[in-house]
């Protein structure tokens, strides 16, 4: 593949994120049963060329998870580099995740309606993308945790457990936030003090 066509290929991704992102807003806005014509109209393009990106509701869907996906890492990851320690990145990591919703709770509402519209058999196949977006900055986290406690930086655990529970926090808190508005910062607080901070040895008594 030469560069003019995977620079074509990068456009034409990112034009369908754009675009998808676009048409979740209007149908959020519009309602879920808006027609693909009247969508278009929505959007200011062609039908046929709604139809080119999107043959139907659940590549409209999927994609837009995608573009929601890669905005969150790209936020995420930037949080976590300001930190050496792989704990510190965890924390950061949970407080990066929910600083990024914060004010969008419409947005994942939103989503969640349309992954019931599009049918079990595709919202399958999309928290799939998820589940693989996830899976390699988990191996990475766990591999981080693991050499920390081999140089003495941690105390001995099971690095695989520390990162499902972080992530069951990361992913609970946001449903809790959009079901009763609760506050992130003493559930921040109780996990940075009695779970994560504990995991880490004193650099003073080595």
Same mark, same amino acid.
Request: proline residues 4%; hydrophobic residues 45%.
């Given at each position: ?36 014509? @009247? ?8 039908? $046929? ?5 999107? $043959? ?59 992954? @019931? ?18 899976? @390699? ?18 105390? $001995? ?28 910062? $003493? ?20």
């Amino acid at each position: 593949m030469t560069i003019c066509q995977v620079m074509a290929r990068k456009h034409d991704i990112e034009k369908r994120w754009e675009l998808a992102s676009q048409a979740m807003e209007v149908l959020r806005q519009k309602g879920l049963d808006l027609t693909t014509t @009247a969508l278009a109209a929505a959007l200011d393009i062609k039908r $046929p060329t709604l139809i080119y990106y999107f $043959p139907n509701r659940a590549a409209m869907v999927e994609t837009a998870l995608e573009d929601l996906l890669a905005r969150q890492v790209r936020y995420v990851v930037s949080k976590m580099m300001e930190h050496d320690h792989p704990i510190d990145r965890l924390f950061a990591q949970v407080r990066a995740v929910h600083s990024y919703h914060e004010g969008r709770e419409e947005e994942i509402i939103f989503l969640i309606q349309a992954l @019931a519209l599009v049918g079990r058999e595709h919202a399958n196949d999309i928290f799939e993308i998820g589940n693989q977006a996830f899976e @390699a900055h988990r191996q990475a986290l766990v591999g981080e945790l693991t050499r920390a406690m081999k140089d003495g930086r941690m105390h $001995p655990c099971d690095p695989n457990a520390v990162v499902r529970i972080v992530r069951s926090i990361v992913d609970g808190m946001l449903v809790q936030k959009v079901m009763t508005r609760c506050d992130f910062e $003493p559930i921040h607080e109780f996990l940075w003090k009695h779970i994560l901070l504990p995991l880490k040895r004193n650099p003073e008594s080595l």
